[in-house]
């Protein structure tokens, strides 16, 4: 007989066990959330069939997001194998003619479009290198760089192929199209204001360095060639496919074809046609034949991104496990309801919204699988105790969590820009984290009024 305090007490402790080894880093995701659990489910006394039913119930729950990220995954890296992309990216540098505030804007735009694919690592790795050059030739700041693209590319981390979503979808049961549904609005909104920090970074840069440019130790530097600069883009590209040694369909229609192909594909998200995963899936089987000519070249392109896809759908699986054990075994109701106990009356209706002002001092505090995969569940009970949906409790944590994804030194992304960059962490974190935590809490405060929270 498992009582309410031993199935509360050993909730906790999994939870705390398995959120201690994510921070460390000491241990991979999937060990963490498979082992503990388990571990903590036998010890409790429930059989090793029942860990398997407990399993089973979390696996229905979470294989369509699955699916989702693993074809999500490839479909958007062959767009990036083909250089899909890289017109937009290049018009959208030679659009800004040089301009200091442009420039800034430019940034954010760039940074929306690179991401895409949900990926942080690829957006890093297609803008910084691409950026720093127009950069330092008009004496920007590299730090200006690296916040604007960390506050847009967590912008577009609301969508359904992303981190965030995909995980909270796996914990409420619902699927990532009707989760990213209720946040599009509020998408748009931080989207606008992301655009309106760059201007601000972009004024400030222009100051800043009129007053350079009086300093008598000034070295200026010639016209901004800012096309040689796009050029430039396009030949690392290409160079990177090269060195990879794969070829692709060099062809105008073929490139037409998939670009409809992505609209289409975007128009069947945005309206729930066809649930994400066999729209992704039946994507990635349109451009393969499309931009890569024989079978082999068409495996390759799937093996190159196969890594990516895996350890995503690893980490979900495991959440099954995680989450399969907390909820079947009760624990999670039992923490809710221990949390409620202790709770003043006037806090529980509010808990997530609380929970979601501190979303970016959060994720310093915690990895993305710990805040989701732990915390988000125990609010869930606990808001849903006062009548607040897993909707509203899951959106708070998601609107105000995002934001902060690359500000967070837990971001494994976050270091390959501060790599390419050739920055520091601890002066990016000193520009980026107000401001990801300032937008964070404006955009809570917007959802909150608007209802998205209810």
């Not at 440019?213 to 396009?234: K, L």
């Not at 066809?274 to 349109?286: C, N, Q, V």
Request: hydrophobic letters at 55%; charged letters at 10%; glycine letters at 8%.
């Amino acid at each position: 007989m498992h009582t309410p305090l031993s199935l509360t007490l050993a909730g906790l402790a999994i939870i705390a066990l398995t959120v201690a080894l994510l921070i460390r880093g000491k241990t991979s995701p999937v060990v963490a959330m498979t082992l503990v659990p388990a571990t903590g489910a036998l010890l409790l006394g429930f059989s090793l069939g029942e860990i398997g039913e407990f399993f089973g119930s979390g696996l229905d729950s979470v294989m369509n997001v699955v699916v989702m990220f693993i074809f999500a995954i490839i479909y958007f890296g062959i767009l990036q194998d083909i250089g899909l992309f890289n017109p937009v990216v290049t018009a959208l540098i030679r659009a800004t003619r040089g301009n200091v505030v442009l420039v800034a804007l430019g940034t954010a735009a760039i940074g929306t479009v690179a991401h895409l694919d949900g990926a942080g690592a690829t957006t890093f790795l297609l803008t910084i290198p691409a950026l720093l050059p127009l950069y330092q030739a008009m004496h920007m700041s590299r730090y200006v760089l690296l916040a604007i693209v960390a506050l847009a590319a967590s912008v577009m981390n609301m969508v359904p192929w992303a981190g965030p979503v995909g995980r909270t979808s796996s914990v409420i049961s619902l699927t990532p199209t009707e989760i990213w549904h209720h946040l599009l609005p509020m998408q748009g909104v931080a989207l606008a204001l992301v655009f309106a920090i760059a201007l601000v970074l972009g004024l400030s840069e222009r100051r800043r360095i009129a007053r350079l440019r009086r300093s008598p130790d000034f070295v200026g530097r010639g016209e901004v060639d800012v096309d040689a600069i796009a050029r430039e883009f396009v030949e690392r590209q290409q160079d990177e496919r090269a060195r990879q040694g794969y070829h692709y369909r060099d062809a105008r229609w073929a490139r037409i074809a998939t670009a409809l192909i992505s609209v289409a594909l975007l128009v069947v998200l945005v309206t729930g046609w066809l649930e994400p995963g066999p729209a992704f899936l039946i994507a990635s089987t349109l451009v393969l034949p499309l931009n890569f000519d024989s079978p082999s070249e068409q495996t390759d392109a799937m093996k190159r991104h196969a890594p990516s896809a895996l350890a995503m759908a690893s980490v979900i699986i495991a959440a099954a496990m995680f989450l399969g054990v907390l909820g079947g075994a009760g624990m999670l109701e039992q923490i809710a309801l221990s949390l409620l106990s202790i709770l003043p009356a006037s806090v529980g209706p509010w808990v997530h919204v609380i929970v979601g002002y501190l979303g970016v001092p959060l994720d310093l505090a915690t990895s993305t699988d710990a805040y989701y995969f732990s915390v988000l569940p125990i609010v869930q009970e606990t808001a849903g105790s006062f009548g607040v949906s897993a909707l509203g409790a899951a959106s708070a944590l998601i609107i105000g969590n995002v934001i902060g994804t690359f500000v967070s030194p837990f971001s494994p992304a976050l270091w390959v820009a501060i790599g390419l960059a050739r920055a520091d962490m601890g002066r990016h974190l000193k520009l980026a984290f107000p401001l990801a935590w300032g937008l964070s809490i404006t955009m809570v405060t917007v959802a909150l009024i608007s209802g998205l929270l209810a």
